[in-house]
């Protein structure tokens, strides 16, 4: 799989995936990643560092917004491979280790299948690892927490950690929030499924 890389600021690249996207940081040779899509998708991810002339070892950090599959697909492959710290919210970390497992179930998928693009998008997640394990061995909290002083990691100066989880994950300095940010192009943004509540959260301890 192919990634496109769009630069949207200076040291700032934004990556569109298969119905997902990472940012790399840049400052000088070394980069941080924001997200590593899913697990089908290494050979891109790999592709779009050496687009940006960086190669995987020179990963100083990956910061996963959220721990579900198509963020966290080449995380720990990093993490094993290079020494790659991963840092996620305090709140997601136990679920980056797969201590428990949020995601949606095939029961409450095959139940919104008649809605527009559900069955399509199911399927590509399964093709692309969206129930693979891929826990993360030592993930960390953000080296800061409240969003108030900015990380010490390669990329560009302000950047800062969101104080909640399921948000960016970071702050991006104002010229590459202009840039796009964190975002879905036209016709890769995943169905909309109702918001699960307390009820079925499906929240469970993988096998």
Do not use: C
């Amino acid at each position: 799989m192919r990634a496109t890389v769009r630069q949207v600021a200076d040291g700032t690249f934004l990556v569109h995936g298969t119905n997902t996207n990472w940012v790399i940081l840049t400052e000088g040779d070394a980069v941080t990643l924001i997200d590593t899509g899913y697990p089908d998708d290494r050979e891109g991810l790999l592709g779009s560092l050496a687009e940006v002339g960086a190669a995987p070892e020179a990963v100083a950090a990956v910061l996963i917004t959220h721990a579900h599959n198509d963020h966290l697909g080449s995380a720990e492959f990093l993490s094993a491979a290079h020494g790659t710290s991963v840092y996620t919210h305090k709140e997601e970390v136990p679920h980056a280790r797969r201590d428990f497992l949020h995601q949606v179930t095939v029961a409450r998928v095959l139940r919104n299948g008649w809605r527009p693009g559900v069955l399509p998008w199911a399927a590509h997640a399964l093709r692309a690892g969206g129930t693979a394990n891929v826990a993360v061995t030592s993930p960390q909290p953000f080296p800061v927490s409240g969003g108030g002083e900015a990380l010490d990691l390669p990329g560009p100066a302000g950047a800062r950690p969101h104080p909640r989880p399921h948000r960016r994950a970071l702050r991006l300095p104002p010229a590459a929030r202009r840039g796009g940010g964190v975002r879905r192009r036209p016709g890769q943004r995943a169905p909309r499924l109702p918001r699960p509540g307390p009820a079925d959260a499906d929240r469970h301890v993988p096998p």
